[in-house]
């Protein structure tokens, strides 16, 4: 249904924009329900009694049979059952295995034929300094190989050879001047997975400050270790590197994210303070600050009111249980919380509203709209109303919103208020399409009756009493203002 | 079953044959029965390339999801796992395997890695003491793969977050290796053209990778004219819109997912006559997406105000056809008509699948929320009140909206405004961090590092000149009938779309003034073809243009290109690439530093 929108309309046509509406010339929803209804009498047609899809064949879910997702399930399903079969355990009788590691290198290596990139065994087994052997038998290689290996290869020659997946030894790369070269031959064959063996023999061989020094000056090396220090989370010598290369945001906030594998509040409390003397940009440095007060304040007011809870004796928790924790929740979700359950603390109480407003400077359209939701939620009514009230200078009291007044409605009809207490809100609405079209909505029959005799127009006063329950408080009212004599009617 | 890629002006039919060879080969390598193990990711991606039948056709039996633990019990010789390389799949793997050698049967186990083999994957193996149990360890290469008869998608999720904000070119060295294996197949792209960084970087390193295998000419005549690679950061504008071609919101509304989309079931129960429907499926509805289905190749690329009066007008053919059986009086007529039964069925239920989709569609963009959101989008990019703080916006910040809508909007507010002044800027993110929690500083960080929302720093705000020169805003964009690709979002054509359109005519050099304003360098390079390879056109033949989208497209930019292709006399037809199908929101999302913690 299309809403009716009669202001917005006007803009529409007024505006350069085009809407995106539906109603255009032709009636786009009867023209899907002619293609429904067209569907629906073929089906009769053509259907004896299968219902099933006939494009293609489609499994329990949905999914075409023979894709591959379903299949994984299908097979994973049958393989289930079979695995429930055998009812005694099965008793082993072989004898395990020999570890076929030995085999296993020079298996895959006459498999390979020929080498497209593989064995990278050969490369893994150079970098750690004990187990070269244990993977890859030198004495099962061919002659030649084996003397490739211990050939006095220069960097350029090893770096070409790591490429093509054959065994290199880097150990013999003693000298920085080396070592640097080996580095530089990598970036410069452009193949990841050499540079990066390449990085984890530096990072092995060389002190932090040689290496962050180096890195320095070639960017693409340092992209792969900074990339290899993500993957292999070592968070520790990555802050480090990033420290000695100045990047003091990406530093900054690396350490800040941390704290999101941190499960117990108050250790999390607690990194969050530590994080409070990084140097942040200053904005962020203030909503850090905020972040650790807001999870030190939630985590006394959740001790506090869960054993208030617990005591039975307050009756707020009785008649509306907590649903869930509140440490680690959001800023305005504790404000609604503390607006629900605490809204007549003195300002002097962590838990008060007021406090929270003014500790995170809290928007007044912020704090409004989120104390209006939580009160009228708990249906009190005067707490909604003087939410609204200011007095002027002469004493009158008038009704007053930092947001207009239709959201005003709004919120207090999703929190479903009596219509008693709608009324009052859309009678305050200034626009007077918008005040009708919301008070048709919610059946606040007075103040459609009061906005037409108002506008003094009598055709839709006349028209509006058709609307209304004969006999009703609203049509003699209608009834009482159509005889009413005074009025200038318009029409 | 793959027809529909071949009926395009490029047989992408090709290409998957070759990824479907390699992966036979592989299979092959691993002798007897097999089951494979997967990692659970890849298995919308190889959907495209094989079904289950060419599996089996090669000895695979069983097939599992990747999970830890002891693998499930299958009477095979062997245990092949299809992976991506990650460090932590490579931990599950090592749990897999140790528990598995306690058992009785000793099976061969092999890795196949997607798209690459990693070191450091195969050092952790080594770490966890698994490496030696590999008998093999291979690397299935799948970069590109046959999305449809004109579409190609590296279905790399990650490509713009790496790029743009962790500066790994990883995906950049991917792309300039799938475009070799395209030129392998489809022959050398004479013409190359660019606009952006990481374009520079692709383009250099597919000159270089071509020089090293400068002994080898390629001998196949080119199918593609021209190629186009643009970076995502030059138009960062497009995907935050919302589209508004029906492929398009289906995808902003229920997401497509490698070709497939799952949907709320209630409006596709079928109820027999005089059946009540006591028991609706409770399964989401999964249907295929793409060209083989003649209808959705008519309707995809509309626009949604379109799509109505298509399928009505469908429905009427259909009806009238079914009513044939009337007329036909012979047994050759009634044969005639029987013979043509199956088409016009698969026609029918096709089109009740559509309708379906369309009326769920419908309910979601007549709403209120849609017309308000769309409103102000609208505002932002023809340049209204970009400059102040939106009232719509800090509305659904005050309701809790989504987070990623209020990013999309508070972004596209940015992009369209060169920036945000600071009051604005500081003011949203106070109200975001308020009522989201105070850890999405890290995701507004990563917004602020890609470009998508920052701070005004010079006070020139150059969009307005951008949208003149290249009508980025058209007033009578024309839904049903279009003339223009202004069409896809209803009065607003897509950059990036536009730059194409320029290059072809009438070329870059007439928007100079606009190329230096767009993010980085924009560049031409050619490459030379052996002779007796230059092509000899056809007069009035149209040339062929690969548009290389780096870092993600959207489904409405897709349906621009089409409708440029389509055109009488645009002389082009285009083929497009992409890192990745996108749309603002899961492009957001791939931006933002833990999202599962995001309400929805």
Known sequence: ?491 | MAAHLSYGRVNLNILREAARKELREFLDKCAGSKAIVWDEYLTGPFGLIAQYSLLKEHEVEKMFTLKSGRLPSADVKNIIFFVRPRLELMDIIAENVCSEDKQHSPRDFHILFVPRRSMLCEQRLKEQGVLGSFINIDEYILDLIPYDGDLLSMEYESAFRECYLENDQTSLYHTAKGLMTLQALYGTIPQIYGKGECARHVANMMLRMKREFAGSQNQILPVFDTLLLLDRNVDLLTPVATQLTYEGLIDEIYGINNGYVKLPPEKFAQKKQGEASKDLPTEPKKLQLNSAEELYAEIRDKNFNAVGAALSKKAKIISAAFEERHNAKTVGEIKQFVSQLPHMQAARSSLANHTSVAELIKDITTSEAFFDNLTVEQEFMTGVDTDKVNTYIEDSIAQKDPLIKILRLVCMQSVCNNGLKQKVFDYYKREILQTYGYEHILTLNNLEKSGLLKPQTSSRNNYPTIRKTLKLWMEDANEQNPNDISYVYSGYAPLSIRLTQVLARPGWRSIEEVLKMLPGPHFEERQQLPAGLHKKRQQGENRTTLVFFLGGVTYAEIAALRFLSQMEDSGMEYIIATTKLINGTTWIKSLMDRPESQTP
Request: proline fraction near 3%; charge should be neutral.
């Open chain 1, 1 to 491: 249904m299309m809403k009716s929108k009669p202001d917005e309309e006007d803009y529409w046509n007024s505006s350069k924009f085009k809407a995106f509406t539906f109603d255009d010339e032709d009636d786009e929803f009867s023209r899907l329900k002619e293609s429904k209804q067209a569907v629906n009498s073929i089906r009769g047609l053509v259907e004896e009694d299968d219902d099933e899809d006939d494009v293609e064949k489609v499994s329990w879910s949905g999914e075409p049979v023979g894709s591959i997702s379903w299949s994984v399930r299908e097979t994973a399903a049958s393989n289930h059952r079979t695995d429930r079969e055998p009812a005694f355990p099965k008793i082993n009788t072989e004898t395990p295995p020999l570890s076929r590691s030995h085999s296993g290198y020079s298996l895959s290596s006459l498999f390979k034929g020929k080498t497209k990139g593989g064995n990278f065994q050969s490369i893994t087994d150079t970098l750690s300094d004990s187990s070269v052997r244990l993977y890859a038998p030198e004495l099962r290689k061919p002659k030649s190989e084996y003397k490739d290996y211990v050939s006095d290869w220069s960097p350029e020659e090893t770096v070409h050879r790591m490429k093509q997946g054959k065994s290199v030894s880097l150990e013999k790369f003693r000298s920085l001047q080396d070592k640097l070269l080996l580095l530089d031959f990598s970036v410069a064959a452009h193949d990841g997975n050499v540079i990066t063996a390449v990085l984890i023999y530096l990072k092995r061989t060389l002190s932090k400050e040689v290496l962050f020094r180096e890195l320095e000056s070639r960017q693409t090396a340092l992209r792969h270790f900074i990339h290899y220090l993500t993957e292999t989370r070592d968070q520790k010598l990555l802050l480090e590197l990033l420290r000695a290369l100045g990047r003091t945001e990406d530093m900054v906030l690396l350490q800040y994210k941390e704290h999101l594998s941190i499960a117990d509040e108050n250790k999390r409390r607690d990194f969050l303070k530590s994080c409070l003397s990084l140097p942040f940009p200053a904005d962020d440095s203030a909503h850090v600050q905020d972040h650790y007060t807001l999870l030190e304040r939630q985590i006394i007011i959740e001790a506090t009111d869960g054993q208030a809870e617990r005591g039975g004796k307050v009756e707020m928790f009785h008649k509306f249980p907590r649903r869930a924790s509140i440490v680690n929740m959001p800023l305005i979700t504790t404000l609604y919380y503390c607006c629900f359950y605490h809204y007549e603390e003195p300002e002097g109480s962590f838990s008060s509203p007021l406090n929270i407003r003014h500790t995170f400077r809290i928007s007044e359209k912020q704090f409004f709209v989120t104390a209006l939701a939580a009160r009228a939620k708990l249906k009190a009514w005067s707490d909604v109303d003087a939410l609204f009230t200011c007095r002027n200078w002469l004493g009158f009291t008038r009704k007053r919103s930092p947001v207009t007044f239709s959201r005003v409605v709004d919120i207090l009809q999703k929190n479903s208020a009596p219509t008693q207490v709608l009324q009052d809100y859309v009678a305050l609405v200034d626009d007077v399409t918008l005040r009708i079209s919301l008070a048709q909505k919610l059946k606040c029959h007075d103040i459609i009756i009061n906005t037409y005799r108002d506008l003094k127009d009598r055709q839709l006063l006349l028209g509006y009493r058709g609307k209304v329950e004969i006999g009703s408080a609203e049509e003699r009212k209608i009834i009482e203002l159509l005889d009413n004599q005074q009025i200038r009617w318009k029409n």
